[in-house]
């Protein structure tokens, strides 16, 4: 079983930058797609982006699409998640998920795609 720990949240002011990083453990996880999901108080967790296991197609919620990048060093079993020019809604705890070694007929946006999830990671824009 992989252990996902999200580390790299913060408090920013809009316009900043973070940069999230998922310490995956327990086994390899470079035959998993993975993702990162966020939820706003209030709010159901949403999808934010999510990149297939060998790094070749990465998909980005609207909201955040060119203005941040997921991407994945298979050799450290690491995902990361650049933000850049944050605002206040997106305000959120992020989460790194992991779908399962060697699956590739998943949708990445959904999140009942994935087996693995971190405990999440508190990020703050204030405006």
């Known amino acids: 079983q992989v252990q996902l720990v999200e580390s790299g949240g913060g408090l920013v002011q809009t316009g900043g930058s973070l940069r999230l990083s998922c310490a995956a453990s327990?086994?390899?996880?470079?035959?998993?797609?993975m993702g990162w999901f966020r939820q706003a108080p209030g709010k159901e967790r949403e999808f934010v982006a999510a990149?297939?296991?060998?790094?070749?197609?990465?998909y980005y919620a609207d909201s955040v699409k060119g203005r941040f990048t997921i991407s994945r060093d298979n050799a450290k079993n690491m995902g990361y998640l650049q933000m850049n020019r944050l605002k206040p809604e997106d305000t959120a705890v992020y989460y790194c998920?992991?779908?399962?070694?060697?699956?590739?007929?998943?949708?990445?946006?959904?999140?009942?795609?994935?087996?693995?999830w971190g405990q999440g990671t508190q990020v703050t824009v204030s405006s």
């Open positions: 990149i297939r296991w060998n790094g070749g197609s990465t």
């Open positions: 998920a992991a779908t399962g070694s060697g699956r590739t007929r998943v949708v990445l946006t959904i999140s009942d795609e994935y087996d693995c």
């Open positions: 327990g086994r390899t996880v470079s035959r998993d797609n």
